[in-house]
């Protein structure tokens, strides 16, 4: 089994910063791929950004240029630096592991991201 444990969430003003950390633990493989995904009230989940056990990135449109994903394999723990953010990034966010060789898809508990403006 994998937990991940979110923490990071906030309120901030429109201009502003958060940085999310999701740590994963339990039965981890190291290739694997993991990422935050995000959901407004009344709109579908959607992806954030994730990464790659190698280091690979990918962004939804929106992000990109004000959002950085990375992460730690030693520590299990991925980072999703939020700058510029925009009311319109007020979500929960919420941390997601994939393994596809043991097909293992984990969700976080989600935490709030709140913008104001």
């Known amino acids: 089994q994998v937990q991940l444990v979110e923490s990071g969430g906030g309120l901030v003003q429109a201009g502003g910063s958060l940085r999310l950390s999701c740590t994963a633990s339990g039965s981890i493989f190291s290739i694997n791929v993991m990422g935050w995904y995000r959901q407004a009230p009344g709109k579908q989940r959607e992806l954030v950004a994730r990464?790659?056990?190698?280091?690979?990135?990918n962004y939804a449109d929106s992000v990109k240029g004000r959002f950085t994903i990375s992460r730690d394999n030693a520590k299990n723990t991925v980072y999703l630096q939020m700058n510029s953010l925009k009311p319109e990034d007020t979500a929960v966010y919420y941390c997601?592991?994939?393994?596809?060789?043991?097909?293992?898809?984990?969700w976080g508990q989600g935490t709030q991201v709140t913008v104001s403006s």
């Open positions: 997601n592991y994939i393994s596809y060789s043991d097909m293992v898809n984990i």
């Open positions: 990464i790659t056990s190698g280091g690979i990135t």
